[in-house]
């Protein structure tokens, strides 16, 4: 296990897509990456990344944020790169995603697993070579009657849920500096509850 984490946000690229309920990962990313002073400025390997310290009481971590540019379906193509890249275990990465099966505004944190039908997730197995990375799935709700799944979530969060919704983000981030420093199961047993 290394002493860098690279933490990866799903979403799609472009301003058409940033409040879409398919890019909360991309959301969380950006939200960390302010706690934390780290600029996104790098495009390296498809994707926008930074990389700079989470600091908690005396210890420091180095993590590496993520932002592929290669659509939600394809986000494997820029996380196995970066993966060999940086030389790091499925243990060092982490991903935040959106899950329309979990209810709107909750989380659920991950050890590893199958790609639960979530096509981003699906791409990043194919090109890691290893299901046995961490997950971050964030609770945006079924889409409402007959709505096709596909068309919910790349509508934009509604006003209404926007409180929800940034509570969640910022719930989001204490679980991963919750990972960085005290690993998966600690994360898990304070965040899934």
Same mark, same amino acid.
């Given at each position: 296990m290394s002493n860098i984490k690279l933490i990866v946000g799903l979403g799609n690229p472009g301003p058409r897509y940033a409040r879409n309920r398919h890019n909360i990962g991309f959301q969380c990313i950006d939200l960390l990456a302010r706690r934390h002073h780290v600029e996104l400025n790098r495009m390296q390997l498809? /994707?926008?990344? %930074? &990389? %700079?310290? /989470? %600091? $908690? $009481?005396d210890e420091r971590r180095k993590m590496i944020l993520a932002k592929p540019l290669t659509y939600m379906n394809a986000s494997g193509e820029a996380i196995g790169p970066l993966m060999r890249f940086y030389q790091l275990e499925p243990d060092d990465l982490i991903v935040v995603h959106d899950d329309i099966d979990l209810a709107a505004a909750t989380l659920r944190l991950r050890r590893n697993g199958g790609s639960g039908g979530q096509n981003g997730i699906? =791409? !990043? !197995?194919q @090109?890691? %070579? =290893?299901? &046995?990375? @961490?997950r971050v799935r964030v609770g945006i709700g079924r889409p409402p009657g007959r709505m096709d799944p596909a068309d919910y979530v790349l509508q934009d969060f509604a006003p209404a849920e926007e409180e929800s919704i940034a509570v969640i983000r910022e719930k989001v981030c204490d679980a991963l500096e919750c990972w960085m420093f005290e690993g998966i199961d600690a994360a898990m047993n304070h965040y899934n509850g």
């Open positions: 498809r /994707a926008t990344v %930074g &990389d %700079g310290w /989470a %600091g $908690r $009481r699906k =791409s !990043i !197995i @090109h890691v %070579g =290893s299901q &046995d990375f @961490h």
